[in-house]
Structure formats: structure tokens, C-alpha cells
Nanobody
């Protein structure tokens, strides 16, 4: 059973940066896609970004140009580098994994993912 643990959240001022990490309990198999989703208080969960083993990536329009997702196979870790953070980015960020192989793309739909981490809080405030 794959387990995911997020880390790297915290409090940052607007315009600042944070780097989130998603560590897997075992190897991220080649069939997996890894996604980041977020949920702000009183709002629905929304997609942020995803990556597959072919290094195909997707980003939500709201974070394009500001966030970068990457996959370090040697460390069994996926990262989400967040820059130019805005108060609207405040949310609990969740890492998730899919056991379906996607060739050349990855889904930004939560229903496509089966393994979820516990989340890490990101607060952007002055």
C-alpha cells in the first residue's frame, strides 16, 4: 500500500516562495502519476498540478508560471515549487497518486487518483 507524506507547508508573505515535498513510502512505480490538489476553507478541492513518469506535466491556470512540479525518482519524492505566492493560494495542499499509467499526460481530476496524503497547510498572509 503506497503511503504519501507531504511536508514543506507554512506561513509566507505575499510574493514569497515555498517548496512542498511529497514522499512515498515505497518506490513510485512507472505506472503512477502524482498530483497536487488544494482545498481552501469553505471551498471545493481544486487541482494544482500533476506529473507522470514520462515527466509530462499539467498546471491549473491559476498557478501557471508560478508553480513548478518535479519528480526525483532517486528520492521517491515529488516536489511543488511555489513562487510569487498570493493570499488566494492559502489552502491545505494534498499530494495524491494514481495507479493508472498515462502516456504523455497526467489528469487534473481528483477522481483519477486513489492514494492521498494527509495534507500540508500553506498560508499566505502579511
Amino acid at each position: 500500500q503506497l503511503q504519501l507524506v507531504e511536508s514543506g507547508g507554512g506561513l509566507v508573505q505575499p510574493g514569497g516562495s515555498l517548496k512542498l515535498s511529497c514522499a512515498g513510502s515505497g518506490s513510485f512505480l512507472g505506472a503512477f502519476a502524482i498530483g497536487w490538489f488544494r482545498q481552501a476553507p469553505g471551498k471545493d478541492r481544486e487541482p494544482v498540478s500533476c506529473i507522470n513518469q514520462d515527466v509530462a506535466t499539467s498546471y491549473a491556470d491559476s498557478v501557471k508560471g508560478r508553480f513548478t512540479i518535479s519528480w526525483d525518482n532517486a528520492k521517491n519524492t515529488v516536489y511543488l515549487q511555489m513562487t510569487s505566492l498570493e493570499p488566494e493560494d492559502t489552502a491545505v495542499y494534498y499530494c495524491t497518486a494514481s495507479d493508472i499509467k498515462y502516456l504523455g499526460w497526467c489528469p487534473l481530476t481528483g477522481e483519477k487518483y486513489t492514494h492521498w496524503g494527509q495534507g500540508t497547510q500553506v498560508t499566505v498572509s502579511s
